[in-house]
């Protein structure tokens, strides 16, 4: 599923991420990311692919079509978000966690 300007503005506005923070995160440069937003250019697969990727990381869930439209949620909070990035970088022993 590749998400609309419209889900990315939402994500980033539920995950408390702003459109630099993002473009930081993603690779991807504000002026991009802001086109995209407001509809005004569809950039390519790879850097929606790349905004989603990076939306995730912060903690947004997209929700493909299903009968009542498109959206985007929370996985975690912010708060969540940040303890759980903290938390996998302390190294130890890599292996499948059961988060979904």
Do not use: W, Y
Request: charged share 25%; aromatic share 4%.
């Amino acid at each position: 599923m590749m998400i609309t300007g419209s889900q990315c503005h939402a994500a980033r506005a539920l995950a408390e991420v702003s459109r630099d923070e993002l473009a930081l995160s993603s690779g991807i440069g504000a002026e991009i990311i802001a086109d995209f937003e407001q509809r005004i250019a569809e950039p390519d697969r790879d850097i929606i692919t790349n905004l989603q990727s990076a939306l995730e990381r912060a903690g947004a869930v997209f929700i493909h079509e299903n009968g009542g439209g498109i959206g985007v949620r929370l996985k975690f909070t912010k708060s969540d978000t940040r303890r759980l990035s903290v938390l996998e970088s302390e190294g130890g022993i890599a292996a499948d966690d059961d988060v979904p």
